[in-house]
């Protein structure tokens, strides 16, 4: 069985530019997460899809990120405009039916 | 107070002891719990968890909870230096999970 899948895996950007980061989740898995992992930190949620429906998304910082799951399969998270606290890794997760989650390999984002 | 507590260590251990890994959680209508290992430079990866009051063994690794504590921990008997990594506390509360910042452990050879 295919794990989670991300890319790019690693992406260096100036502050106030724009990144995407995409995943793409294990297959039959209905329920995706978003985290961001910062040095030394646990994975902090940003946002959950359950399907093509956000089910939470109190600790996305709207005013700059943005997520979508359009067909209930793939889903991307954008950073628009960036800043240097963005710096981080970015972690996708999907999870079955016994609550499991399984994470991908990450996005190491920096921002100089 | 944060939803997740745990001991940032480091812990260290020396090859074949037993190591203990500790997570308190703030949230008693939590209702299910994770442990996650995280090698340096890697994703998460799920060890095992627990619902239920009590132990739960999975080969080398028992997971403890403790409901009226608020209590969970992780035990890895006849610890190897593979195992060397950063012990991740998760807490399912609702529809969120809460992690906790972990737990670096060395076993030393």
């Known amino acids: 069985e295919a794990g989670v899948a991300q890319s790019p895996r690693y992406k260096i950007i100036e502050k106030r530019q724009s990144v995407a980061f995409w995943c793409n989740p294990i297959?039959?898995?209905?329920?995706l997460y978003w985290y961001q992992q910062i040095l030394g930190q646990g994975p902090k949620l940003l946002i959950q899809?359950?399907?093509?429906?956000?089910?939470?998304d109190s600790q996305l910082p709207k005013d700059r990120f943005s997520a979508e799951r359009l067909k209930g399969v793939d889903s991307t998270l954008k950073i628009q405009p960036a800043k240097l606290e963005d710096s981080a890794v970015y972690l996708c997760?999907?999870?079955?039916?016994?609550?499991?989650?399984?994470f991908g390999p990450g996005t190491r984002l920096t921002v100089l | 107070q944060k939803e997740v507590e745990q001991n940032s260590g480091p812990l260290s251990v020396p090859e074949g002891a037993i190591a203990s890994l500790n997570c308190t959680y703030s949230?008693?209508?939590?209702?299910?719990f994770f442990w996650y290992r995280q090698y340096s430079g890697k994703s998460p990866e799920l060890i095992m968890f627990?619902?239920?009051?009590g132990d739960k063994e999975d080969g080398r690794f028992t997971a403890q909870l403790n409901k009226a504590s608020q209590y969970v921990s992780l035990l890895i008997r006849d610890s190897q230096p593979s195992d060397s990594a950063t012990y991740l506390c998760?807490?399912?509360?609702?529809?969120?999970?809460?992690f906790g910042t972990g737990t670096s452990l060395t076993v030393i050879p």
């Open positions: 997760a999907s999870r079955n039916a016994y609550n499991e989650q399984f």
């Open positions: 297959s039959g898995h209905a329920t």
């Open positions: 899809f359950q399907n093509n429906g956000v089910v939470d």
């Open positions: 949230d008693r209508g939590s209702q299910s």
């Open positions: 627990i619902y239920s009051n």
């Open positions: 998760a807490v399912k509360t609702g529809n969120q999970f809460y």
